[in-house]
């Protein structure tokens, strides 16, 4: 530091008196003013001064360490190693207190840059017994992360969000070891925890012995104590899948025996109780009942499951689809199952509760609704119906109850959950009564009750952990509520256990992308065009990765073959793969559909004025805004953006409503934001300010948002 200004000494500078600086040193904020004029979105700067000047006494300026910066870029985070006016300390070590805690904090996966720095700061402060605290200023408008937040475990995740994981956190570091010591370390620390069982099970089969808990692996858990807050979903459930994970491949009875006593109900109980069964097993398997031969059709009900075997914990050989046909060559004399000749040339096993030897009737046409008589001026009006009693609820509406309860049912959402219950009730079988579930749930979720409909589906799986339908459905539930990484799991139970089902591999490509990993969603969305051929829905997902991609002359043809025979329709992604593919009568053609269809659908509005503008129709673009405006609820998001694009309120203004509101929010918005600031400067010329926006856009990490791929897709465009 040099009369309040910081230095950066070259390696051979010669330095002898104060002004040599100006020659042979560079000063610190000119490093910096470069940075700002780059525009880059991020910029870091750590200042680590370790030494004092040795020839301050002979200089005017006396002060010690380094002056705090007084030029901040937006967008730059600078660090100090130490107070600004003080010096920091060498260590005894190959390196400093300050760049051993930086290293050692600086790969930790999942942390933002602040909080690297903050943990930085209590590591110093420690090593140097409170004689040095490191410092940083920060005008970051984004989140920052060295290591993906997308690389922390489970474990960390958990104990992130819920003090009461340690536990797991403890457990994961251990459950591979060999040492009876680490296992014995857990039990000390948490004697009824989550995993003490297992530990003491671990003990037992390492040759040791804890006292504490010797009844610990065999002892039904009966209370809750040891269990996380019944209110976290997701914890309990990363509790039970790092449990499963622990014992699944263990290859010991007593094992699969401790996850059963914790979870007697768990999502992975008929696994367990498989496994148990295999690991216990003794003597000739029981015999076949006697079949008497047939040779005939039979047509499934609905959706059922083919076995090796005719018993319900017998291998699924397939699923069956509702109303197929099979060729039946036995049935025994119960008519419990039936036997059945594959395609393949197997045999398969059926229960009768799910089969028919009547074919199903061709579908009937809906009989036209008669009008509602006009009502009467002297009618007195009728009261508000109170809710239907259970003996109300209980009548069918029409028909039959297996009629009324399947999916494809034209009954309205609450007679299908009344006829699909009481199914569930009277189920002769595990088949028939996880199909009824199975399609309770579906009725559930269009009667808009997901959380009663997850409850459902989840009591398919504890019948039959391998129903592809319950998976993919739940699957389907926990997109719509954004939490893809659980949808994601779920769509893959799906497809590995129907691995010709297209519309589970779609789904796990939708989510795999809505997590940020494209190359994933791209592999999984193009094996399903080729299991799905011609489907929209899967043209248009295609279309956006392939932006995401920066390969536009892809994402074009995806909107044309999304376009293929049907000509009103329209999508936000075919909008902008024809704006960035440079056929902009095509994305204006887009997005007057879409004005048309949807007249508050502000984005429509937005790329139509994008395609203006990339004309040079400056004033017809600030008119469709202008139009937009008087659509859309004013006052509302994204109302405040267009009033931006249409120059009716200032850049700050809109980063201050940005500001407002929950993390979620801010950081979506700024992602919306960032990439239409970008495009409008691309528009203008103005590529330096174009490139930095783009980068903050991308910084938010909004992988779901059409804006987060066209970033990408213009990023890599100015960066040719």
Same mark, same amino acid.
């Given at each position: 530091?040099?009369?309040?200004?910081?230095?950066?000494?070259?390696?051979?500078?010669?330095?002898?008196?104060?002004?040599?600086?100006?020659?042979?040193?560079?000063?610190?904020?000119? $490093?910096?003013?470069?940075?700002?004029?780059?525009?880059?979105? $991020?910029?870091?700067?750590?200042?680590? &001064? %370790?030494?004092?000047?040795?020839?301050?006494?002979?200089?005017?300026?006396?002060? *010690?360490?380094? @002056?705090?910066?007084?030029?901040?870029?937006?967008?730059?985070?600078?660090?100090?190693?130490?107070?600004?006016?003080?010096?920091?300390?060498?260590?005894?070590?190959?390196?400093?207190? /300050?760049?051993?805690?930086?290293?050692?904090?600086?790969?930790?996966?999942?942390?933002?840059?602040?909080?690297?720095?903050?943990?930085?700061?209590?590591?110093?402060?420690?090593?140097?017994?409170?004689?040095?605290?490191?410092?940083?200023?920060?005008?970051?408008?984004?989140?920052?992360?060295?290591?993906?937040?997308?690389?922390?475990?489970?474990?960390?995740?958990?104990?992130?969000?819920?003090?009461?994981?340690?536990?797991?956190?403890?457990?994961?570091?251990?459950?591979?070891?060999?040492?009876?010591?680490?296992?014995?370390?857990?039990?000390?620390?948490?004697?009824?925890?989550?995993?003490?069982?297992? &530990?003491?099970?671990?003990? *037992?089969?390492?040759?040791?012995?804890?006292?504490?808990?010797?009844?610990?692996?065999?002892?039904?858990?009966?209370?809750?104590?040891?269990?996380?807050?019944?209110?976290?979903?997701?914890?309990?459930?990363?509790?039970?899948?790092?449990?499963?994970?622990?014992?699944?491949?263990?290859?010991?009875?007593?094992?699969?025996?401790?996850?059963?006593?914790?979870?007697?109900?768990?999502? /992975?109980?008929?696994?367990?109780?498989?496994?148990?069964?295999?690991?216990?097993?003794?003597?000739?398997?029981?015999?076949?009942?006697?079949?008497?031969?047939?040779?005939?059709?039979?047509?499934?009900?609905?959706?059922?499951?083919?076995?090796?075997?005719?018993?319900?914990?017998?291998?699924?050989?397939?699923?069956?689809?509702?109303?197929?046909?099979?060729?039946?060559?036995?049935?025994?004399?119960?008519?419990?199952?039936?036997?059945?000749?594959?395609?393949?040339?197997?045999?398969?096993?059926?229960?009768?509760?799910?089969?028919?030897?009547?074919?199903?009737?061709?579908?009937?046409?809906?009989?036209?609704?008669?009008?509602?008589?006009?009502?009467?001026?002297?009618?007195?009006?009728?009261?508000?119906?109170?809710?239907?009693?259970?003996?109300?609820?209980?009548?069918?509406?029409?028909?039959?109850?297996?009629?009324? %309860?399947?999916?494809?049912?034209?009954?309205?959402?609450?007679?299908?959950?009344?006829? %699909?219950?009481?199914?569930?009730?009277?189920?002769?079988?595990?088949?028939?009564?996880?199909?009824?579930?199975?399609?309770?749930?579906?009725?559930?979720?269009?009667?808009?009750?997901?959380?009663?409909?997850?409850?459902?589906?989840?009591?398919?799986?504890?019948?039959?952990?391998?129903?592809?339908?319950?998976?993919?459905?739940?699957?389907?539930?926990?997109?719509?509520?954004?939490?893809?990484?659980?949808?994601?799991? @779920?769509?893959?139970?799906?497809?590995?256990?129907?691995?010709?089902?297209?519309?589970? $591999?779609?789904?796990?490509?939708?989510?795999?992308?809505?997590?940020?990993?494209?190359?994933?969603?791209?592999?999984?969305?193009?094996?399903?065009?080729?299991?799905?051929?011609?489907?929209?829905?899967?043209?248009?997902?295609?279309?956006?990765?392939?932006?995401?991609?920066?390969?536009?002359? &892809?994402?074009?043809?995806?909107?044309?073959?999304?376009?293929?025979?049907?000509?009103?329709?329209?999508?936000?992604?075919?909008?902008?793969?024809?704006?960035?593919?440079?056929?902009?009568?095509?994305?204006?053609?887009?997005?007057?559909?879409?004005?048309?269809?949807?007249?508050?659908?502000? /984005?429509?509005? $937005?790329?139509?004025?994008?395609?203006?503008?990339?004309?040079?129709?400056?004033?017809?673009?600030?008119?469709?805004?202008?139009?937009?405006?008087?659509?859309? *609820?004013?006052?509302?998001?994204?109302?405040?953006?267009?009033?931006?694009?249409?120059?009716?309120?200032?850049?700050?203004?809109?980063?201050?409503?940005?500001?407002?509101?929950?993390?979620?929010?801010?950081?979506?918005?700024? %992602?919306?934001?960032?990439?239409?600031?970008?495009?409008?400067?691309?528009?203008?010329?103005?590529?330096?300010?174009?490139? @930095? &926006?783009?980068?903050?856009?991308?910084?938010?990490?909004?992988? /779901?948002?059409?804006?987060?791929?066209?970033?990408?897709?213009?990023?890599?465009?100015?960066?040719?």
């Amino acid at each position: 530091q040099v009369q309040g200004e910081n230095f950066l000494i070259p390696v051979k500078a010669r330095i002898d008196r104060e002004s040599d600086v100006d020659v042979e040193a560079v000063s610190a904020d000119l $490093v910096l003013k470069q940075m700002d004029f780059a525009q880059s979105a $991020v910029n870091i700067v750590i200042l680590d &001064a %370790c030494r004092n000047n040795p020839l301050t006494r002979s200089w005017r300026s006396e002060v *010690k360490g380094l @002056a705090e910066m007084t030029r901040k870029p937006r967008g730059s985070f600078i660090a100090y190693s130490t107070a600004p006016g003080e010096v920091a300390a060498d260590g005894r070590g190959a390196n400093s207190p /300050y760049a051993t805690a930086l290293a050692q904090s600086i790969v930790e996966p999942g942390q933002g840059i602040e909080e690297i720095f903050r943990d930085v700061r209590a590591k110093v402060l420690a090593a140097t017994d409170d004689r040095q605290t490191p410092w940083d200023s920060s005008s970051l408008t984004a989140p920052f992360f060295f290591q993906a937040p997308v690389a922390a475990s489970s474990a960390q995740t958990a104990l992130l969000s819920n003090p009461d994981a340690a536990d797991m956190l403890f457990w994961d570091s251990i459950r591979d070891s060999k040492s009876p010591d680490d296992y014995q370390a857990y039990l000390d620390k948490y004697p009824h925890g989550v995993y003490a069982g297992l &530990a003491a099970n671990r003990l *037992k089969a390492l040759g040791a012995a804890s006292a504490a808990v010797a009844s610990a692996a065999t002892a039904p858990d009966t209370t809750e104590r040891n269990m996380p807050p019944a209110k976290d979903d997701d914890l309990t459930a990363r509790y039970e899948d790092m449990f499963w994970d622990s014992v699944k491949s263990s290859g010991r009875a007593e094992d699969i025996q401790a996850y059963l006593n914790k979870y007697p109900h768990g999502r /992975y109980a008929g696994d367990a109780q498989r496994a148990l069964k295999d690991l216990t097993k003794t003597g000739t398997p029981a015999p076949l009942p006697a079949f008497e031969s047939v040779d005939q059709p039979v047509y499934v009900r609905d959706r059922a499951r083919l076995r090796a075997v005719p018993d319900l914990s017998g291998e699924v050989l397939r699923l069956v689809a509702a109303n197929a046909a099979l060729k039946a060559t036995g049935k025994t004399a119960d008519g419990a199952w039936w036997r059945v000749a594959m395609e393949d040339g197997r045999t398969g096993y059926i229960a009768g509760s799910v089969v028919t030897d009547q074919p199903p009737p061709p579908p009937v046409p809906a009989a036209a609704t008669p009008p509602a008589p006009e009502a009467s001026i002297t009618t007195p009006p009728q009261q508000a119906s109170a809710a239907p009693s259970p003996a109300a609820s209980a009548a069918p509406a029409s028909g039959k109850d297996e009629d009324l %309860c399947p999916s494809d049912s034209k009954a309205a959402p609450a007679d299908r959950v009344a006829a %699909c219950q009481r199914l569930v009730a009277t189920a002769g079988d595990d088949d028939a009564k996880v199909t009824a579930l199975v399609n309770l749930g579906n009725s559930l979720y269009d009667a808009s009750r997901s959380d009663e409909a997850l409850k459902s589906y989840q009591a398919a799986l504890q019948l039959d952990p391998k129903s592809a339908a319950a998976y993919f459905d739940i699957g389907l539930i926990r997109s719509d509520q954004a939490r893809y990484a659980e949808a994601r799991a @779920a769509f893959d139970k799906a497809a590995a256990l129907e691995p010709d089902d297209g519309d589970a $591999v779609y789904q796990r490509g939708v989510a795999r992308g809505n997590l940020g990993d494209f190359d994933g969603a791209l592999t999984d969305v193009e094996r399903a065009i080729d299991m799905k051929t011609g489907a929209t829905d899967v043209y248009e997902e295609l279309s956006f990765l392939k932006l995401a991609a920066a390969d536009t002359d &892809a994402a074009v043809k995806a909107a044309d073959k999304a376009a293929d025979g049907d000509q009103g329709y329209w999508s936000l992604s075919a909008m902008v793969a024809y704006y960035f593919g440079g056929r902009m009568d095509k994305a204006a053609e887009q997005a007057e559909r879409s004005i048309k269809d949807k007249p508050d659908f502000a /984005y429509g509005w $937005v790329w139509k004025s994008l395609t203006q503008r990339a004309r040079g129709d400056i004033a017809g673009a600030n008119q469709t805004l202008g139009d937009a405006l008087q659509s859309i *609820k004013p006052g509302e998001w994204p109302a405040p953006m267009l009033q931006f694009m249409a120059g009716k309120i200032s850049e700050s203004r809109l980063q201050e409503i940005v500001a407002a509101g929950d993390l979620k929010t801010r950081t979506e918005r700024l %992602c919306e934001t960032s990439y239409y600031r970008g495009e409008l400067a691309y528009l203008a010329g103005d590529k330096a300010a174009a490139r @930095a &926006a783009m980068q903050v856009a991308l910084g938010t990490r909004v992988y /779901y948002y059409v804006e987060y791929a066209t970033a990408k897709a213009r990023l890599a465009q100015l960066n040719e």
